[in-house]
């Protein structure tokens, strides 16, 4: 069973910057996916960023240029550099692990901005 514990959210103000942490643990898979969502109020969850095993990456339309995940395979921890955010960036932000065709998500990290 694989368990995901994210830190890092808060409130900050339009422009500044957070630094969202996944740590992993439970899971020794060498292949997997690791991404990022989020979830704002009356919507639906969306995927904000995803980083294979192998380092690749893709971004959501909407924080490409602002933000940056990374990964450190040896501490099985994920992390997500959002800067000059936005109100719209308002949300909770859900870590989520995949591998072996099966998906785990962390209990989720509440990132307010201010405006």
């Known amino acids: 069973q694989v368990q995901l514990v994210e830190s890092g959210g808060g409130l900050v103000q339009e422009g500044g910057s957070l630094r969202l942490s996944c740590a992993a643990s439970?899971?020794?898979?060498?292949?997997?996916?690791m991404s990022w969502y989020r979830q704002a109020p009356g919507k639906q969850r969306e995927l904000v960023a995803v980083?294979?095993?192998?380092?690749?990456?893709n971004y959501a339309d909407s924080v490409k240029g602002r933000c940056t995940i990374s990964r450190d395979n040896a501490k099985n921890t994920v992390y997500l550099q959002m800067n000059s955010l936005k109100s719209e960036d308002t949300a909770v932000y859900y870590c989520r692990y995949e591998a072996e065709l099966r998906a785990y998500w962390g209990q989720g990290t509440q990132v307010t901005v201010s405006s």
């Open positions: 980083i294979t095993s192998g380092g690749s990456t």
């Open positions: 439970g899971g020794a898979f060498r292949r997997n996916i």
